[in-house]
């Protein structure tokens, strides 16, 4: 039915709960279908460096899966074929690019490393980073000599963010916002013992979808994402970049942010409750005024280490002055990072179909549908979707666009709803 015989299944980035799910059923529908499956150990790292004198070696850089092997994967917890953040198309800039030897090099190799091991399409899982690799994947065998093989790239959202355009919700969100959820209970517990405030810092690099799904989930008093760093929460700065061209960029106006929670504290305290947990997410460090985070690094796709930041910790420290100055009156602030834990969790059971219909989604794309170049997607009833990558990846920057939580939505309302008034 395919000329499709071996399959290479590749997850990098982040994990995320119900990984697993999805690659158990992506490799066990092919294998049903008669086609190899194999997984790629650790993302891109064992196939960005590849060279044809060292040829990949099997249970080291990646494994074969059978039927046996996929037993009860589908709910285990962590990532079978491990993961890793190597980035092949990292230099790749744009569509000229493409055509620059030295450039297409790294995605050359791993090219070459994959039809080494015989493989006739490649299947994706990972974030908006390892779509846009995906892409670039396509976009790389597009410019080979037409006697060359083209693999067909299929690519399967993942992220606990949840701010994937062309998708409603990412597998691993909802595990990932109860665990968070759990530890806010656990936390709101420990802060009406000692009448204190917890400042916890979620993930959400780009967005606020996690920390809204933990807080809400959660029962926290207050939350705050970069969606909401908008008008009075807004201001700018005029920095020089590497070149010493001044630019201007958006920062949060910290004395309107402070003042905000502490309008929540009085608030609370008025009605007896002189505790909470105000969560924010980590992609607040990126709207901090440079001199909070000069000489913090940045990683191979240039996002700023926002774990180095610790932001929550850092308006923890500025919100109990702010408190203070308020009021007159003390009141312990302690600032947190939660995260790494939620995202090797056992996944709960939406997760495990979610992502199961998603991994189902590689063998209909290849198998049924023969496509290259589309993302799963799957929506209402676990109606299943190909998106093509150009709807989803900037045809000029080659960067793909992220979907932040709409302020006029009904989910952001809600979150608002629950927040206490403060006048």
């Not at 249970?59 to 953040?85: C, D, N, V, W």
């Not at 990932?176 to 013992?193: G, K």
């Amino acid at each position: 039915m395919s000329n499709i015989q071996r399959v290479a299944i590749l997850f990098s980035g982040g994990p995320a709960p119900a990984a697993n799910a999805v690659i158990s059923s992506a490799a066990f529908s092919l294998l049903q279908a008669g086609v190899e499956v194999i997984g790629i150990k650790h993302g891109y790292s064992n196939l960005i460096d590849f060279d044809p004198a060292k040829p990949l070696v099997e249970g080291k850089h990646y494994l074969r899966f059978t039927q046996e092997s996929l037993e009860f994967m589908r709910t285990e917890p962590g990532i079978r074929i491990g993961t890793a953040r190597a980035n092949p198309g990292k230099v790749v800039k744009g569509p000229a690019d493409l055509q620059d030897a030295e450039k297409t090099a790294p995605l050359g190799r791993c090219y070459r490393a994959l039809r080494s091991l015989g493989v006739d399409a490649l299947v994706s899982i990972g974030g908006d980073d390892t779509l846009k690799t995906a892409n670039k994947m396509k976009l790389y065998q597009e410019t080979l000599p037409a006697k060359e093989t083209r693999m067909p790239v299929i690519h399967l959202p993942k992220t606990i963010d949840n701010d994937y355009s062309g998708i409603d919700f990412t597998f691993g969100y909802f595990s990932a916002a109860e665990v968070l959820a759990n530890e806010i209970r656990n936390l709101n517990r420990d802060a009406a013992a000692g009448q204190a405030y917890f400042i916890a810092e979620a993930m959400g690099r780009s967005a606020g979808w996690l920390a809204y799904g933990a807080a809400i989930a959660g029962d926290a008093c207050l939350v705050l994402s970069v969606e909401d760093i908008v008008g009075p929460l807004a201001s700018s700065e005029t920095v020089q970049d590497a070149n010493g061209t001044s630019q201007t960029r958006k920062i949060m106006n910290m004395e309107a942010v402070l003042a905000k929670m502490v309008s929540m504290m009085i608030a609370r305290e008025k009605l007896g409750r002189n505790y909470g947990v105000i969560v924010i997410a980590e992609g607040l460090a990126e709207f901090l005024p440079l001199s909070y985070i000069q000489g913090v690094s940045r990683d191979e796709f240039g996002h700023l280490a926002v774990a180095n930041v610790d932001v929550g910790k850092t308006i923890g420290r500025y919100l109990a002055d702010a408190y203070k100055k308020a009021t007159g009156k003390s009141r312990k602030i302690n600032g947190l990072q939660m995260g790494y834990e939620s995202r090797c969790c056992v996944p709960t059971a939406f997760d495990v179909m979610l992502g199961s219909q998603i991994g189902i989604g590689a063998y209909r794309a290849l198998i049924e549908e023969k496509l290259n170049g589309v993302m799963v997607s799957v929506g209402g009833q676990f109606d299943m979707s190909f998106v093509p990558f150009e709807t989803l990846v900037d045809p000029v920057t080659l960067v793909t666009k992220v979907r932040f939580i709409d302020r006029q939505s009904d989910f952001h309302r809600l979150a608002r709803l629950l927040e206490q008034k403060t006048d």
